[in-house]
């Protein structure tokens, strides 16, 4: 099993559910770090800043559905990995509809033991996309250093405007994120 | 100066902090990163009075991995896991008194 670490996003609200979905993450890598949100407000505040490999999600939620979960990671997220992992998605018309969407597959709550065996699945497909995710964010990174670097060299010294071009910097800096 | 409580984090070092049973306390930061050497300072003080919860200092630059698995390109940040998972991620400076809240809500 590989040493890099596996972020796994799980959009979940039961508890106990939760800590089975988590167990069966572990076998499949444990070199795992996960984020949890039960909610949408919290699903919407989490997951983009996470940056997960993969999402798990629940379809049926205090207040959203999987679905509005699907798009909202399309939108935000590219081509990040969805899965279904949900008790009632037991109708063919309702498996169509998620795929259709874009999710990566699902898994009924009844077949958890079967989740390494699909991780390792969808992980094998989007290892291209993963590994074009990991070369655009290391490119952001050394820019970002670079610049911080660069904005705390300019505020050691003094010449006429360096405020203001470090003010500049620091504003271009904040808004690359 | 750092205190024996604080520990240096590095990119071989990751997995015993995921691993870390309770509550861990990591800060990514720089030498040249003026809110972080603050907060550095401010962990130090607050490791000695939190001992059950693990406290580490990981540099931007040192720790690639590090900062991809916590996705922070942008020092300081500070990050709380507890059991394998993220549960909070505060990016820019944070005072003591915003620390310490931290800790005492997920304590």
């Known amino acids: 099993m590989s040493e890099e670490i596996f972020k796994v996003f799980i959009l979940e609200d039961m508890p106990v559910d939760l800590e089975l979905v988590k167990r069966q993450v572990r076998k499949f890598n444990p070199n795992v770090l996960f984020a949890v949100a039960r909610h949408r407000s919290e699903f919407h505040d989490k997951v983009t800043n996470f940056q997960p490999d993969i999402v798990l999600s629940d379809y049926n939620l205090p207040d959203m559905n999987g679905l509005e979960a699907l798009v909202y990671v399309r939108e935000h997220l590219d081509s990040t990995p969805f899965v279904f992992i949900t008790g009632i998605l037991n109708d063919e018309e309702k498996v169509a509809e998620t795929i259709l969407n874009g999710a990566s597959g699902y898994l009924l709550k009844d077949n958890l033991r079967n989740l390494p065996e699909l991780l390792e699945a969808v992980v094998q497909q989007s290892q291209q996309a993963m590994a074009q995710r990991e070369n655009d964010w290391e490119r952001k990174r050394v820019n970002q250093i670079k610049l911080r670097k660069s904005i705390a060299m300019l505020r050691q010294i003094n010449f006429p405007g360096s405020d203001e071009i470090a003010l500049s910097l620091q504003e271009v800096a904040d808004d690359l994120g | ?107």
């Not at chain 2, 861990?24 to 607050?46: A, C, E, N, P, Q």
């Not at chain 2, 939190?50 to 991809?68: L, N, T």
């Not at chain 2, 916590?70 to 394998?84: E, I």
């Open chain 2, 1 to 107: 100066m750092q205190g024996q409580n604080l520990k240096q984090i590095n990119d071989t070092k990751i997995s015993e902090l995921l691993t870390h049973a309770g509550l861990s306390v990591l800060l990514i930061t720089s030498t040249w990163d003026g809110h972080g050497i603050i907060m550095r300072t401010l962990l130090d003080g607050l490791s000695n009075q939190y001992s059950k919860v693990f406290f580490g200092v990981a540099d931007v630059e040192d720790s690639p991995r590090i900062c991809k698995v916590f996705n922070v390109t942008n020092p300081p940040g500070l990050l709380l896991v507890r059991d394998g998972e993220l549960i909070e991620r505060a990016m820019g400076a944070v005072g003591v008194s915003g620390i310490v809240d931290l800790i005492e809500r997920n304590s």
